[in-house]
């Protein structure tokens, strides 16, 4: 099967790359606020705006006259950033139409960031070093992550972010995909331990998150004792933006590490898990909740969805989600009564049977057990088909528990 995936990596570039990196961002801006100025005039004047390929051949021809300057960087950049703008646009658009209120295409500023942009044709990779049109060899910081054999390069896309310059580059790439046969697992996302398995391993959250994000809060306060405009506030800005940076990577690199761990990348067939199972978390809707969204966020749930989304693609195995009122923690999993009583502060609770569960273990296994009588339904309908009467096993809903079950969709991280 043919996947789209991008290795992002970071670059190191020497002072003259550099100024022509800056160059090129600021190339990727300015073509971007002349787009969107000339829609906005034309609109005005017509009624209608040129998309994409009309302003990429007015830009064309006022290039020899008006901007000769556009002769010094490949002229893919301005053609990508008129692109983007189209989509800018065309998101803009559908969104109004689905009764949303969306915010407008914005200009960009270089306060907001130097930005990014993105080159497509000939780009060559090698083992650490990576060949862009119009700017040359660039030393890769990291050996051999990028695969130089197997895949179709579509584009590259330069950024920078806190000092730093990334490079993503976007390609096709041909897997082999095998079904994966092993256990379901079933995934209980918590603030405090990131995720428990229903085989019973712990993903926690890396104490280097701690000690970043206390730092943060230091260069915060530092930052807002600056005077506005003066020097000392610049280097603490960009502090700040260092620290936040680091906390992203950390985030991203604990997330990354889990996902593949759960899906069991390197193992055999039938070790890898044919289904995971992960609740349905209104993760949008909690993070409105102002006391929640700092610890919701940091977390990454919607993140972490988004991985398993694609990685369960490329590991032949299938994501389930739970129905949102699916009361996962609060189902004794051996005799199937509900605890409406347990709070969130509840680490451990002790069913009415005798059975003590560990929440976020009780939670994760009652996942588990949908995905396998998920299996046993899908299985018994396929005998039906060949002739055969079973009844098929019913997959668990709690229509009964409706009511209660919006406060658990709501209340549980509390
Ligand atoms: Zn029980």
Known sequence: MEILRAYKVEIDPNNIQRTLLLQCAGAARWAWNWGLARRIEEYKETGRSSNAIEQHRQLNTLKGGKYPWLYLYSKCIPQESLRDLDKAYQNF???????????????????????????????????NRIRLP?????????????????????????????????????????????????????????????????????????KALRKAQAKLRRFQRELSRRKKGGKNREKTRKKVAKVHQRIANIRRDTLHKATSSIMAKTKPDSERPRMIVLEDLNVAGMVKNHCLAQAISDVGFAEFRRQLEYKSVWYGSELMVADRFFPSSRLCRHCGCINSELRLSDREWTCDCGAIHDRDLNAAINLKNLAVRAVRSERAERQNACGEEIRPAVVWRAASSKQESSAESHGRFW
């Not at 689905?98 to 960031?113: M, V």
């Not at 041909?174 to 405090?192: F, M, S, Y």
């Open 134 to 206: 119009r700017i040359g060899w660039l030393r890769l910081k990291e050996r051999g992550y990028v695969p130089t054999e197997g895949i179709h390069v579509l584009s590259a896309t330069v950024s920078e972010s806190a000092g730093r310059w990334l490079v993503s580059i976007q390609c096709k790439r041909e897997i082999e995909i095998t079904q994966a046969t092993g256990e379901p697992v079933g995934v209980d996302l918590g603030i405090k331990t990131m995720a428990v398995c229903s085989d019973g391993r712990e993903f926690e959250n890396p």
């Open 93 to 127: 658009f559908r969104r109004v139409k689905n009764g949303e209120t969306p915010g407008f295409p914005k200009f960009k500023s270089k306060k907001s960031g130097i930005g990014s942009f993105r080159l497509t044709g000939a780009i060559r990779i090698e083992d």
